[in-house]
């Protein structure tokens, strides 16, 4: 079937614009993340969310960068007033276990450019 | 956060043995990853360790030492497509913090 797979794979964009990246999941996965990876810096969480029958719980990343998700299997990061230190690689990743991160399968990742 | 350390490159022979050494802090530890990311494609799952000793499958194996914070993946036989770069990761309750990678350069 289907991995996850994320739009645009490749964004310019000026500084001080606001950008937004889409991940599509795998269908039936509960949890998204949202990676920012950096050359030679490894990469960190910016936020994560879980759906289930009842509620959405969306990580709230503070500042600029902010997730949602629209849809179960889609998800869509914003970053605001972008800046040169946002240019990286952003990667989406999906679990099917909720509040698990066991076995997290990724996307080939959007690389921003802040110019 | 959980400072990862892994060695930034390596390069080994086709055929050969190579090791990879991961270090992390150990606080709110819940298990440690590998995955192997070849440029502009996305990192895919190696292994899973959560339990101190070595996990073997197939040619690649992981190793865990809980109590200094401490895995390896160990690559066997190796072949050209090995070539990528090696991610270790621990994680902390739900997130995962991941190392720079390790460029392993396999050579004929």
């Known amino acids: 079937g289907a991995g996850v797979s994320q739009s645009p794979r490749y964004k310019v964009a000026k500084r001080g614009r606001d950008v937004a990246l889409r991940c599509d999941s795998i269908s039936g996965h509960v949890t998204l993340y949202w990676y920012r990876q950096t050359l030679g810096q490894g990469s960190e969480v910016l936020t994560y969310s879980q759906s289930d029958a009842q509620r959405d719980k969306s990580g709230r990343p503070s500042g600029r960068f902010s997730a949602e998700r629209p849809e179960r299997s889609v998800s869509t990061l914003k970053i605001q007033r972008t800046e040169q230190g946002d240019s990286a690689v952003y990667l989406c990743?999906?679990?099917?276990?909720?509040?698990?991160?066991?076995?997290?399968?990724f996307g080939p990742g959007t690389r921003l450019t802040v110019t | 956060g959980q400072n990862i350390d892994q060695p930034t490159e390596m390069t080994a022979t086709e055929g050969a043995i190579v090791q990879i050494n991961c270090t992390y802090q150990t606080s709110g530890f819940n298990g440690l990853f590998w995955y192997q990311q070849h440029a502009g494609e996305a990192p895919t799952f190696l292994s899973y360790?959560?339990?101190?000793g070595l996990e073997e499958k197939g040619r690649f194996s992981s190793f865990l030492s809980r109590s200094k914070g401490y895995s390896y993946l160990l690559l066997k036989e190796l072949q050209m497509k090995d070539s990528a770069s090696y991610l270790c990761?621990?994680?902390?309750?739900?997130?995962?913090?991941f190392g720079a990678g390790t460029t392993v350069t396999v050579r004929a």
């Open positions: 990761a621990s994680r902390n309750d739900y997130k995962l913090s």
């Open positions: 360790n959560v339990l101190d």
């Open positions: 990743a999906s679990s099917s276990l909720a509040g698990s991160s066991y076995e997290q399968y």
